[in-house]
């Protein structure tokens, strides 16, 4: 069967996109822009290399030299600094102010128990409330330590080997005793030595943990904070992203659809102010942002939440939503048409996640990158909701985090005010 | 030359002469500005209760030159007076309604009212008041609590003027506000922009249709390429563009070679072809140019359909023409 191509109408609807497509100079930009921008982010995120040295604070109790190869053979692969004791205090104010991402306690009675082929506790201090980055520090903490453990195992299967290899060569021993007595009644004492011995040996190979073989030293995480609501980690991360998603995406689209339907020209010439106009949207959308959070909340509710203040965490709820939604007002101000404002809140969403550190450290990020991911709105807005909700601060205007999130608030709303005021629409 | 030169100076030391600020609800003296620089120069000058048109052909600047006014397009130069103070400080008194619909057709016609009522700082109980007011003298009394969606294209013409003047400004700016009305509902809007006027209010209004506007304005600006072209009635108009006659004469047997004779001498002897439709051709000349015109016609065979006075839209199309 021949099928009949609608050559010349196809062709005419073919060029007519095309044309559209050529004439809108924004959209185009946006188009080539965003598949550059996402490819980049993703091969950046996949195959990234920490920018800086990992600095890794290292507290060994143990005196024996096997101590010391474990830390010489992390080394290789952070920076490493001593810390003297309290280790466990030392430790875990380090990794709080930020000198170290890491730190590791090495106990007294570490090579003895590996000596007797039981498995050793090591402990370490981490940002209990970053998961990213402690999740990538895990990883590369159980790479480097992997060539010690190897070590281990090798050396415990040789132990392993010689007390077998010497329990049966005194077994041949009792047995040629065991014929001498026999035929001669000669060395009872002998014997019983010997058979001492072999129990020795079979000892210490019965005394063996056995899963040992597949864990030698264990890896025991111990949270630098004392984090007053753990579960606010996840919440505070879902409504900064949920927020800037929604946020860009709907209010840009309300803020067009004001613009096509010339209410802002209306806007602009009656006794209202852009202030007023700026306002309704903020609050309206800070409502919207807030309740759709809480509709996911229940996700998330535990008896720790008693432990926040409930001032501070809606405070900083209102500040995040609010920069948010005014970043949706200046993409929808800034746009001529949905097309464009949807391409610009998708253009604009992945650099933000990225540098927020959803995908990858951010505190790992080469100096330019992570000066970069500090200036950027969303790295910051979810420092601000875990301090209310993770750690349970209170509100307080001297806290830099949230002068920081208010200055973003009010820049933003002074250039949506701007473009308001002095944009032609 | 020092006459004529004294006597503009004093003429425009009259216009904006300070005892006087505060008379007109506009003065706009030479205005520049708007996308591409396209106002240039504009300087005019509305009275209390005119229906004031601007009128001019397509792009020529009309809307430009309202949203200037407005402040929604920026101007370069110029100063722009309402009742003698900015414009910005006389939002309260001023009213604008675009060209396009500019109410949410999914809020019903009394939600659109309260919401602009209070945008212009009314009351509740004002805007309902008012806007049904409004709503009777343009006969959609009826359809207050109907969704603004399902409203006719009139009625929505209808209640886009009726919501941007709830607050009974005494300014009243109207983008094109009778495109795509029927003749019932332009006369019905016609007679609301008056009733508008015997209130106190003035009409800023921009037009296509002259014949109308010629009617129902006092007074009109004519705006080509963005300069005043004049300003005044019909007379004015007459006056400025110098045209006395049209002659609405049929061609016979026409031929493109004879057109072209035809334009050639009208080149020449500076008489305007308004318009042609294939043989049908319509000049304009002023009285000293009937002869010339008179000398063309016995060259070639033809019928005088109409020989008049001009009316507004022929006066515009020698303005568009020229």
Same mark, same amino acid.
Do not use: C, Q
């Given at each position: 069967m021949k099928i009949k191509l609608p050559n010349s109408k196809l062709k005419s609807l073919l060029l007519k996109e095309y044309l559209l497509l050529l004439r809108k100079k924004k959209f185009l930009v946006m188009v080539l822009a965003l598949p550059i921008i996402f490819g980049v982010f993703y091969q950046t995120s996949m195959t990234?290399?920490?920018?800086i040295a990992i600095n890794v604070g290292v507290c060994n109790l143990d005196p024996s030299e096997h101590s010391s190869s474990l830390v010489s053979e992390l080394s290789s692969v952070f920076s490493v600094t001593q810390y003297s004791e309290p280790c466990d205090e030392n430790l875990a104010r380090g990794v709080r102010d930020t000198e170290i991402f890491l730190g590791l306690l090495v106990p007294e009675d570490f090579f003895q128990k590996l000596s007797t082929l039981n498995k050793s506790d090591i402990f370490i201090y981490y940002d209990n409330s970053n998961p990213v980055l402690s999740n990538y520090l895990d990883f590369f903490f159980q790479l480097s330590i992997k060539n010690y453990e190897n070590a281990l195992l090798r050396q415990a299967g040789d132990v392993v080997k010689t007390e077998t290899q010497k329990a049966d060569l005194i077994i041949s021993s009792a047995y040629t005793v065991l014929d001498s007595i026999r035929f001669l009644g000669y060395g009872i004492s002998s014997v019983a030595d010997q058979v001492q011995e072999i129990q020795q040996a079979l000892n210490t190979i019965e005394a063996m943990d056995i899963s040992f073989v597949t864990e030698p030293v264990v890896v025991n995480k111990v949270g630098a904070y004392d984090l007053?609501?753990? &579960?606010g980690i996840s919440a505070a991360l879902i409504f900064g992203i949920l927020s800037l998603f929604t946020a860009l995406l709907l209010v840009s689209s309300n803020i067009l659809s004001d613009k096509e339907d010339n209410f802002i020209i209306r806007l602009k010439v009656s006794k209202t102010s852009s202030v007023t106009y700026l306002l309704s949207k903020i609050i309206f959308f800070d409502f919207v942002l807030i309740f759709q959070y809480m509709a996911v909340f229940p996700l998330f509710l &535990?008896? &720790?939440?008693?432990?926040?203040?409930i001032f501070a965490l809606v405070f900083s709820l209102i500040i995040v939503a609010s920069i948010n939604v005014l970043m949706g007002i200046l993409i929808g101000l800034f746009s001529e048409n949905q097309a464009i404002a949807v391409l610009t809140a998708l253009l604009l969403t992945l650099p933000f996640l990225f540098m927020s550190g959803? /995908?990858?450290?951010?505190?790992? /990020?080469?100096p330019p990158l992570k000066f970069i991911s500090d200036v950027f709105p969303l790295s910051n807005e979810i420092t601000l909701l875990k301090q209310s909700m993770v750690f349970g601060y209170d509100f307080s205007l001297n806290s830099t985090m949230v002068q920081l999130n208010l200055m973003y608030l009010i820049c933003f709303f002074v250039v949506a005010w701007l473009l308001l005021r002095f944009k032609q629409h | 030359m020092v006459k004529k030169t004294l006597t503009k100076f004093l003429k425009r030391l009259k216009f904006w002469d300070r005892k006087r600020?505060?008379?007109?609800p506009l003065e706009v003296k030479k205005l520049y500005g708007g996308p591409n620089n396209l106002i240039k120069n504009v300087t005019f000058r509305v009275r209390k209760r005119d229906t004031f048109a601007i009128v001019g052909p397509s792009g020529s600047g009309k809307t430009s030159l309202m949203k200037i006014i407005l402040g929604l397009f920026k101007k370069n130069s110029g100063e722009i007076r309402a009742y003698g103070k900015s414009i910005r400080k006389m939002k309260n008194k001023m009213a604008f309604c675009p060209q396009?619909?500019?109410?949410?057709?999914?809020?019903t016609v009394r939600e659109n009212i309260l919401l602009f009522g209070s945008l212009n700082g009314l009351s509740d109980e004002g805007s309902i008041e008012k806007g049904t007011n409004y709503l009777k003298e343009l006969e959609?009394?009826?359809?207050?609590?109907?969704?603004?969606?399902?409203?006719?294209g009139g009625q929505k013409t209808r209640l886009n003027i009726i919501v941007s003047i709830l607050h009974e400004p005494k300014l009243i700016f109207l983008d094109e506000?009778?495109?795509?009305?029927?003749y019932f509902n332009r006369n019905l809007l016609w007679g609301f922009i008056k009733k508008l006027q015997r209130g106190g209010s003035t009409v800023i209004l921009t037009t296509h249709l002259l014949t109308e506007a010629q009617k129902n304005c006092n007074r009109m600006l004519v705006i080509k390429e963005g300069k005043k072209y004049v300003m005044g009635d019909v007379e004015d108009i007459r006056e400025k563009v110098n045209l006395d006659y049209i002659y609405e004469v049929k061609f016979k047997k026409i031929s493109k070679k004879k057109e072209k004779q035809i334009e050639r001498y009208c080149n020449i002897h500076n008489i305007d072809i308004l318009s042609k439709q294939v043989d049908v051709f319509w000049f304009g000349i002023d009285e000293k140019k009937r002869a010339k015109l008179e000398t063309l016609l016995r060259r070639f065979e033809h019928k005088t359909l109409s020989i008049r006075e001009p009316e507004i839209n022929d006066l515009f199309l020698k303005v568009a023409e020229t």
């Open positions: 990234m290399e920490p920018g007053k609501n753990e &579960s &535990s008896a &720790s939440w008693l432990n926040v203040n959803m /995908f990858y450290p951010r505190e790992l /990020f080469p | 600020i505060g008379e007109f396009h619909l500019s109410f949410f057709s999914e809020l959609m009394e009826n359809k207050i609590d109907d969704l603004s969606s399902i409203l006719s506000p009778f495109t795509g009305l029927d």
